[in-house]
């Protein structure tokens, strides 16, 4: 018989010394005792080994000590999970003598946190669980039926739980979870059908990727939002304040075609293939209750649409001083519009950093996206066959200039903000730092 050394000892009325067997008494049992302690607080997995000819009458063999060690990189993915507010619980069937010095080694467990058995989940009722659960790190000694409770506990506090399991008996706690994670290599059948994910390389700094690529995916939703809102939302704004202050439409309405193809097109897409930032992992979690227009992403909106309103009025209102519309002024205001567009997509690249931080070529689907529409557009302004479609005319070098001056405000103003924030950020991590430092000395 071999298994866990509590189960195995309950068996046993002897133990074997060099071939003998001897009686099982109270001093040898608080020396197996103390070895399996030892053992396990060295990070080893403990066997306990027994035989005989029925249960009760066993005779105990001795104890084996098995090493796991962690995989490489396991440590660190840790470490940048916790720092990014992703709370890592170990759940297993080892002792807790080998689960808390796995868990401390990895950093998953400290001090201050706690650690209880499969029997003491047990004792406890899902409400009960759930106001403990955030202080334990460590659950050992634990069988299938705890791991599903756990899982609910958890999530009975509105946390979003990823599990990751591969054997049969993780499959009900893997279906139960937000998002199971199944081993590809190690896993069996069962387990990968009930789970959500697959890590095909059964490497736990997957799932850091995964979160990092999710995270990533996540924000450019949100850059892409930002770029059409702003933009459907200047050009039908110009329109509008255009009719109501009795100036004539200030563009044609192949002029307004080629701006939403502009809008929906190229620019638009290379959004979305944004690559990801590698500070986006140690980012907090957002709450999944939040909408993605937040009230900070609404105001850059609105910010730039007004910006793009006034900029682009100022030039038609300069063009049109003699009160007569000709191609030059809608050509002047189309231009300027179109300007507009390719400076608020370069600002929408990132809702966090500078457009220099990230690096003005590190997109190069954006880059040859905004270098297509603008050539597009000087074959608009340029090309006689496309002038007559377009109704536009040429433009000098210094209406180019002036437009290229007005039009990159947008882009200034949105770097500007975005500093703002930044420094805000910090003024308020260093209170936050100082008010925690108080705390700890007192």
Not at 5 to 23: A, D, F, Q, W
Request: charged share 20%.
């Amino acid at each position: 018989m071999k298994g866990a050394y509590e189960e195995v000892i309950r068996y046993c009325t002897t133990y074997n010394n060099k071939g003998h067997s001897l009686p099982l008494n109270q001093q040898e049992r608080e020396h197996y005792q103390h070895e399996k302690a030892s053992m396990g607080s060295a990070g080893l997995r403990v066997l306990a080994l027994a035989s005989g000819p029925e249960l009760g009458q066993l005779s105990f063999l001795g104890l084996v000590g098995i090493i796991d060690p962690p995989r490489t990189g396991v440590k660190e993915a840790v470490a940048a999970l916790i720092t990014s507010g992703v709370a890592i619980k170990m759940i297993t069937g080892d002792s807790q003598e080998t689960a808390v010095a796995i868990a401390s080694r990895l950093g998953v467990y400290s001090k201050s946190s706690q650690s209880i058995s499969g029997e003491e989940v047990d004792a406890l009722d899902i409400q009960q669980l759930s106001q403990i659960a955030p202080k334990v790190a460590v659950f050992y000694r634990a069988s299938p039926r705890h791991k599903l409770k756990i899982v609910k506990s958890l999530q009975n506090n509105g946390e979003v739980v990823a599990m990751t399991g591969d054997g049969v008996n993780d499959a009900v706690a893997l279906k139960a979870a937000d998002i199971g994670v199944a081993m590809g290599q190690t896993g069996t059948d069962v387990c990968k059908e009930a789970a959500d994910m697959i890590l095909v390389d059964d490497d736990f700094q997957t799932i850091m990727f995964a979160i990092e690529e999710g995270k990533g995916i996540y924000n450019n939703i949100k850059n892409f939002v930002r770029f059409q809102l702003s933009t459907s939302i200047a050009a039908l704004t110009l329109i509008s304040l255009a009719t109501l202050m009795n100036f004539p439409n200030p563009l044609n309405a192949m002029q307004i075609l080629w701006i939403n193809i502009i809008m929906d097109g190229p620019p638009a897409q290379s959004l979305g293939v944004e690559p990801v930032d590698k500070d986006v992992i140690r980012k907090p979690p957002r709450n999944v209750k939040d909408s993605i227009l937040t009230k900070n992403l609404i105001i850059k909106i609105l910010v730039s649409s007004i910006i793009i309103v006034c900029g682009t009025l100022f030039v038609f209102w300069r063009e049109l001083r003699d009160n007569v519309i000709t191609p030059r002024d809608t050509t002047m205001t189309f231009t300027c519009f179109v300007f507009f567009d390719m400076f608020n997509a370069l600002s929408s690249r990132s809702q966090t950093k500078s457009v220099f931080e990230i690096g003005l070529c590190s997109n190069k689907m954006f880059c040859y996206a905004v270098l297509g529409s603008i050539m597009g557009q000087l074959l608009v302004i340029y090309f006689p066959p496309l002038q007559k479609v377009f109704q536009t005319e040429s433009l000098s070098i210094t209406d180019l200039q002036f437009l290229l001056g007005l039009t990159s405000s947008v882009c200034i103003i949105s770097e500007i903000i975005k500093k703002v924030e930044k420094s805000r950020e910090k003024t308020q991590k260093h209170g936050s730092s100082q008010h925690l430092g108080s705390f700890l000395d007192v």
